[in-house]
């Protein structure tokens, strides 16, 4: 009883890693000056369609916005249709040699 406890502890704590969006961090295009407030930060961030922001930086303190990052993979390239005829023949490994007699 108590492995099967443990088991299925285990494959929920499993369960769990990989489940947070990765955070794109990009400085705000409206907020001017010194950030000081991060909530004049986030209103700045959400007029440029952003989730939110935050002031970021010891000296130079700037409105960063934050939004989940987008990772789908670039769309693939349409490849051209094959020509009607003849056929290229399959490319060989490197080092292999072979001969016709």
Same mark, same amino acid.
């Given at each position: 009883?108590?492995?099967?406890?443990?088991? &299925?502890?285990?494959?929920?704590?499993?369960? /769990?890693? =990989?489940? +947070?969006?990765?955070?794109?961090?990009?400085?705000?295009? /409206?907020?001017? =000056?010194? $950030?000081?407030?991060?909530?004049?930060?986030? #209103? #700045? $961030?959400?007029? +440029? !369609?952003? &989730? =939110? =922001?935050?002031? @970021?930086?010891?000296? !130079?303190?700037?409105?960063?916005? &934050?939004?989940?990052? !987008? !990772?789908?993979?670039?769309?693939?390239?349409?490849?051209?249709?094959?020509?009607? @005829?003849?056929?290229?023949?399959?490319?060989?490994?490197?080092?292999? /040699?072979? /001969?016709?007699?």
């Amino acid at each position: 009883m108590k492995a099967k406890v443990a088991a &299925t502890a285990l494959f929920l704590l499993l369960l /769990t890693f =990989g489940g +947070e969006a990765k955070i794109c961090h990009d400085p705000s295009q /409206t907020f001017k =000056g010194m $950030c000081l407030s991060n909530s004049n930060c986030i #209103s #700045s $961030c959400i007029s +440029e !369609d952003y &989730t =939110g =922001g935050y002031c @970021g930086g010891v000296i !130079d303190r700037k409105c960063m916005c &934050t939004k989940e990052c !987008d !990772d789908a993979p670039p769309p693939l390239p349409s490849l051209p249709a094959p020509k009607s @005829g003849r056929r290229r023949p399959p490319p060989r490994a490197p080092g292999v /040699t072979t /001969t016709i007699e």
